[in-house]
């Protein structure tokens, strides 16, 4: 099948033109509160968000909706977390990518910690790609795909995108 670019690149414009403004109202929400993922191993999970990638542990309690299950949280900066739910007694299988499911987790960091977060990961032998000099993606020990992006918040990779 041939994909017709031009097409593709009409139909972006139109978007663009209908719901981008530079006088767009504010939006309702305040902020992403946390995004969810499923652990196999907490204590693995957390050496991997907490010492690696130095995102601090901020809470680990019982999942309200699953007994037994633990809900643990990690700080990504500008009051944002990234939360993890154990499921002990159910074989869910590995992380997969599917059509209409998390493709990446993309977090902003300084281009400091960018480099220095990238050695860390070079010791400890995590495989990685780096795009365009700012992202580096990688995938975490359950297979979810991750990315370390040096461009500021609402940036990304000379365009604003907030």
Do not use: C
């Not at 652990?39 to 007994?67: A, C, G, M, Q, W």
């Not at 400091?112 to 495989?127: F, I, N, S, T, Y």
């Amino acid at each position: 099948m041939e994909i017709d670019y031009a097409a593709i690149e009409a139909e972006r414009a139109r978007i663009r033109e209908r719901y981008i403004s530079d006088d767009r109202p504010p939006s309702s929400a305040r902020g992403l509160h946390h995004f969810a993922l499923i652990s196999s191993d907490v204590e693995r999970t957390i050496r991997f968000y907490h010492e690696l990638l130095e995102f601090p542990l901020t809470e680990i309690f019982e999942n309200r909706d699953y007994k037994g299950s633990n809900h643990f949280f990690f700080d990504i900066g500008n009051g944002n977390l990234l939360a993890f739910f154990d499921l002990p007694g159910l074989d869910l299988g590995p992380y997969q990518e599917v059509l209409g499911g998390l493709h990446h987790i993309a977090i902003s960091v300084e281009r400091a910690d960018w480099e220095r977060l990238r050695a860390k990961l070079d010791a400890a032998g995590v495989p990685y790609q780096v795009e365009s000099d700012a992202s580096i993606y990688f995938r975490d020990p359950d297979g979810a795909r991750l990315e370390l992006l040096a461009d500021p918040l609402g940036e990304m990779y000379g365009f604003r995108v907030m």
